[in-house]
């Protein structure tokens, strides 16, 4: 133990692994990352970073996201002090819109039931929208508007939390691979990395859409694979847009700069990072549809990263069975920037043993042994 806390090694540089190490750090606790690449490579670095308040539901699930998304503006804000890095949260409202007549009888009742949560939100006809919005299109029939919806540069947010995590004495080990685990039994005491072991109280496990491979390393099934997604960037010089776009599934999200990301596939292809023509067409013709003043602006990227697929709505938090001193954080598929400020505390309070914030049953990894 580093004084009265637990020293962990968190595998992972991810969203999920620098949120649970700047928790942990801040807590006091001894800390090593261990990254196999470089910062926020991987699922992070592809999100959009949307930090979406609009929580269909009052479940785990919903209190979860509800908890990320309402910590959010403080926590950047107390990171990017911290830094001095401007973990670049803006709170832009986002609309969620709708093209057909049938469904607006679901989301004025969906409307009506955010309300009755106290949510601010407010609904709007196709005429109001388009004079907030001219870049969107005629197909609308109406929207509802949240004004406390926000967006993140995901990539700068988690280069602040890691600079934060740093600043409270985390030490990060980049371009190394976890390679197999320090055991005694059931309990395990670390990892092995090319060279070297690194002892620990507690691993974490937060390395999204790969942590089935580490569960493998101790004989345990974690249920995550990978879920491609692409996005196209387009930037407008002036701005078209001013707040996140979402209908259905797809989004836009929209910066200050101008900047719009398009977004984004849901595939399981395995881990084929690829932007395909099928992905790329899908993406621009959702895009002109919600948005013909799109039609002109310019594509300036595009990319594709895998989230981390746990088969269940719930991400896995929690101990891994059947082992002592492994605790798995991972598997928030689509979502994993709005609740990583939650996500982070609960992982440094069930790991400092204090009551969390959250129940955790309902995150638990029911899995066992590999076969
Ligand atoms: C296209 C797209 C759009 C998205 N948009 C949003 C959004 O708008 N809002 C939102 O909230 N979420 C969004 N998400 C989801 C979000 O990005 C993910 O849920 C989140 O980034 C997962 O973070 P993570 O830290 O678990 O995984 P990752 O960011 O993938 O990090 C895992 C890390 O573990 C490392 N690793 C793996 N194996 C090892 C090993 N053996 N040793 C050492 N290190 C290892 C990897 O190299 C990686 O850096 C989006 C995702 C995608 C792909």
Sequence with gaps: ????????????????????????????CLV???????????ASWASAG???????????????????????PALAAEISELTGVDASYRKNGGWRLYLNEDSWPGWVSQYEKYQGRGMDCEILSHEEIWEREPALGPKIVGGVYYPEDGVVDPRQYTRALALSAMKLGANFIFGQPVLDFMTEGE??????I????????????????WSWQLGEMLGVHIPISPARGQIIKLRATPPVLNHTVHCGDFYITARPDG?????????????????????????????LRVAPGLSEVPIVDQ?????????????????MPGREGVF??????????????????????????????????????DSGPLD
């Design 1 to 28: 133990m580093a004084g009265d806390q637990p020293k962990v090694v968190v595998v992972g540089a991810g969203v999920v692994g620098c949120a649970a190490a700047y928790y942990l750090a801040k807590a006091g």
């Design 187 to 192: 309990r395990v005491y670390g990892v092995e």
């Design 303 to 319: 990319w594709a990263g895998f989230r981390p697929y746990p088969g269940r709505e719930m991400p896995i938090i929690g101990p």
């Design 328 to 365: 798995v954080a991972a598997g928030h598929f689509r979502t994993g920037i709005s609740p990583s400020p939650i996500t982070g505390q609960l992982v440094m309070e069930a790991v400092t043993g204090q009551k969390t914030t959250l129940p955790l049953e309902p995150f638990a990894l």
């Design 259 to 287: 900047t719009m990301l398009l977004g984004s596939t849901v595939e399981f292809v395995g881990f084929e990072k690829r932007v395909t023509p099928y992905g790329v067409m899908g993406l621009l013709e959702q895009a």
């Design 50 to 72: 949307m930090v979406s308040q609009a929580v269909p539901a009052d479940d785990p699930l919903g209190r979860f996201h509800a908890l990320g998304s309402q910590m959010f």
């Design 32 to 42: 090593t990352v261990v990254e196999r690449g470089e910062l926020c490579g991987e």
């Design 194 to 209: 090319p060279g070297d072991q690194l002892s620990a109280d507690v691993t974490v496990i937060a390395a999204g859409a």
